[in-house]
């Protein structure tokens, strides 16, 4: 029913910017939270970035300054612009909605930054 359906993933060097693109399908969309989760080989997965139904986003501490998050009600779509990347930032990143205790993840898109 709840479908997330992530693209823009890929290759890129160091310094180099990717735009992430999660289109929601099966829930209203604009009464819900949306964030971008990450998991690199043997780590936990981690909070990226999320935005609220009102449009207020928080950063993990690593992306701040580089990130920006962001969506479009109408489109049913979030996104995520990723600059100035890093070899760190290497990982699969999924895309999440919530709403109190409904929690809904993406298949989740590879981004590798490398020389």
């Known amino acids: 029913q709840v479908q997330l359906v992530e693209s823009g993933g890929g290759l890129v060097q160091p310094g180099g910017s990717l735009r992430l693109s999660c289109a929601a399908s099966g829930i209203i969309f604009s009464i819900y939270h949306m964030g971008w989760y990450r998991q690199a080989p043997g780590k936990q997965r981690e909070l990226v970035a999320r935005i609220t139904n009102g449009g207020r986003a928080n950063y993990a501490d690593s992306v701040k300054g580089r990130f920006t998050i962001s969506r479009d009600d109408a489109k049913n779509t979030v996104y995520l612009q990723m600059n100035s990347l890093r070899p760190e930032d290497t990982a699969v990143y999924y895309c999440?909605?919530?709403?109190?205790?409904?929690?809904?993840w993406g298949q989740g898109t590879q981004v590798t930054v490398s020389s």
């Open positions: 999440n909605a919530a709403l109190g205790a409904l929690d809904s």
